[in-house]
């Protein structure tokens, strides 16, 4: 099956910053979530995909289409940020009008019954909306013109967990179409949990790991150790490590062997906000 985005050796430099050999593949079906500390190039990566920046090299293809070579790859796609980008002075009924021209497949029937759902006045001005009720509007835009996938870059970043449960339980509608699939970035690890089928760990501009979700949080674990418990661990077991004052934590891989060979220590499963702590901020041995 082709997939439903290709991204293929994509380099980029941005002065003292680059992307550099930027490789993964969405397939149909899945989400995929970029994850990463700020500045990692996460945004930079969405950029060159939509067409935003021009990458310096490197393929990429939309359902099989290359989006430099053929306009219509765009029309595959629905984009949401983390700042709604309409004109604050329309409304959302206005909007509709607006992109009625704009998309050849806008579904009016499909927008209203979003904007019914989610309770979003339809003749108010957006820039009276929350912040939550924008970004709630920019979803239901990015779902209205029958994209196949979504981009969406930090799009629930900032919103109460109601709103966010809301715009979760959308984006898993999407999903019931298997042809669909979504590219997200996001810090809110409780959302990707939930959500993401693979994990695209990103770091200075390149990519340090993709994972299936839950084979990550499977397989990784972490373990507090005194430095007299550290010396009898097997370094295959030891991804990262990061010293305290008074202790070491380590990121485990093979997380049921380790314990079995070392019933005593502590052990837990790992967060997704503690492997890209400790993939960030610690070290190897």
């Known amino acids: 099956m082709i997939p439903a985005l290709s991204v293929r050796g994509?380099?980029?430099?941005?002065?003292?910053?680059?992307?550099?050999?930027?490789?993964?593949?969405?397939?149909?079906?899945?989400?995929?979530?970029?994850?990463?500390?700020?500045g990692s190039g996460k945004s930079s990566t969405l950029e060159c995909i939509l067409g935003i920046d021009i990458p310096d090299s490197g393929n990429i293809s939309i359902y099989g289409i290359n989006p430099q070579e053929n306009i219509d790859a765009h029309s595959l796609v629905?984009?949401?940020?983390?700042?709604?980008?309409?004109?604050?002075?329309?409304?959302?009924?206005?909007?509709?009008?607006?992109?009625?021209?704009?998309?050849?497949?806008?579904?009016?029937?499909?927008y209203s019954a979003l904007i019914e759902e989610c309770k979003i006045p339809l003749h108010q001005k957006i820039r009276t909306f929350s912040r939550g009720m924008k970004a709630k509007l920019d979803i239901v835009?990015?779902?209205?013109?029958?994209?196949?996938?979504?981009?969406?870059?930090?799009?629930?970043?900032?919103?109460?967990?109601?709103?966010?449960?809301?715009?979760i339980d959308q984006l898993l509608n999407f999903m019931q179409d298997e042809k669909h699939a979504i590219?997200?970035?996001?810090?809110?690890?409780?959302?990707l949990e939930r959500i993401a089928d693979y994990i695209i760990f990103i770091k200075d501009g390149q990519i340090v790991f993709i994972e299936q979700k839950d084979l990550l949080l499977a397989e990784y674990g972490m373990a507090c150790v005194s430095s007299d418990q550290l010396e009898y661990i097997a370094v295959e077991f030891i991804v990262r490590l990061r010293k305290q004052a008074m202790n070491t934590d380590l990121l485990i891989r093979n997380r049921a062997e380790f314990s079995k060979r070392y019933p005593d220590y502590s052990l837990r499963p790992a967060s997704l906000d503690e492997i890209v702590l400790m993939f960030t901020r610690g070290k190897t041995l």
């Open 10 to 38: 994509l380099n980029k430099s941005f002065g003292t910053f680059a992307l550099k050999g930027i490789t993964f593949e969405v397939p149909q079906g899945t989400v995929c979530a970029i994850i990463g500390e700020n």
């Open 78 to 110: 629905g984009v949401a940020f983390d700042s709604c980008p309409f004109p604050e002075n329309c409304t959302a009924a206005d909007l509709q009008t607006i992109l009625k021209g704009v998309f050849k497949n806008w579904n009016s029937t499909l």
């Open 141 to 167: 835009c990015a779902l209205c013109h029958e994209a196949d996938l979504l981009i969406l870059d930090e799009a629930t970043a900032g919103l109460d967990p109601v709103i966010r449960e809301e715009m």
């Open 183 to 191: 590219l997200m970035t996001s810090h809110i690890s409780s959302d």
